[in-house]
């Protein structure tokens, strides 16, 4: 029953004198099973080294906007659009994105009429795509599109908070369109000679991209018109 045994050294050896303890084979094995077990305990709570795209992607990873998973279950990076075909207009943020063909929609409509002036900007399709895209995206997780959309046939003027989020949409919606306006310059005075520039479509498309999959989530935040009405309904119902 121990892991030791008593063992008689002799002369010459060549082993220095331990007092007479010989260390068990299965001490040994019980020995390196403990070290197993706890560099794989070890490994379980670090989790696997971090890769390079995993590091690349750490910020959009760790970001709360992720934080209430995908609106549809089939939804990928990969058939965002197939989802937003299906899907009326109504139900799916994403048509709003899909292509120009949706630029005459009423929600189209609705949300680009937040636009500032086309006052010394670029002018293009796809930028314009592209600040819908960011307002879209802002007034989603602000809670506020459906609220936006739902009145956009209504005469009336828009609550405070709607207001608000619909005006720091579209200022950082315009900050955006200039930033790929000089993205777009400082790769055109990079070309060589006689080198054709690239197109607008292909600077406005990444940043479409990454649109479409934020409008793919659930929103981060709860429009404030609906806390309220669900605070008066339950307040009515006590």
């Known amino acids: 029953g121990t892991f030791k045994t008593v063992v008689r050294w002799g002369e010459g050896n060549g082993f220095q004198d331990t007092g007479g303890l010989e260390e068990h084979w299965m001490a040994g094995m019980v020995a390196i099973v403990n070290g197993l077990t706890s560099h794989v305990a070890t490994a379980l709570v ?41 899907q009326s207009a ?82 950082a919606a315009r900050g955006v369109r200039r930033q790929v306006g000089e993205l777009k310059d400082l790769a055109t005075l990079s070309l060589k ?9 292909s600077f406005c498309d990444p940043v479409l991209g990454r649109a479409r999959l934020l409008l793919s989530l659930e929103p981060l935040c709860v429009a404030t018109t609906e806390e309220g009405g669900e605070e008066e309904e339950n307040g009515g119902g006590a």
Request: charged content about 20%.
């Open 46 to 86: 670090r989790g696997h080294q971090t890769e390079d795209l995993e590091a690349t992607c750490q910020k959009w990873l760790d970001s709360p906007l992720f934080a209430r998973g995908s609106s549809s279950t089939s939804a990928s990076a990969s058939n965002l659009n197939l989802v937003a075909d299906k």
């Open 90 to 171: 109504s139900t799916s943020p994403l048509q709003l994105l899909t292509t120009h063909e949706s630029d005459n929609t009423p929600d189209a409509l609705a949300i680009d009429s937040l636009r500032q002036p086309l006052f010394g900007v670029r002018q293009s399709p796809s930028l314009d795509l592209l600040e819908r895209g960011v307002m879209a995206v802002i007034l989603h997780h602000a809670g506020e599109l459906p609220a936006l959309l739902d009145g956009k046939e209504k005469a009336a003027p828009r609550p405070p908070g709607l207001e608000a989020a619909c005006q720091s949409a579209a200022i």
């Open 193 to 201: 000679e006689g080198a054709d520039p690239a197109s607008w479509a």
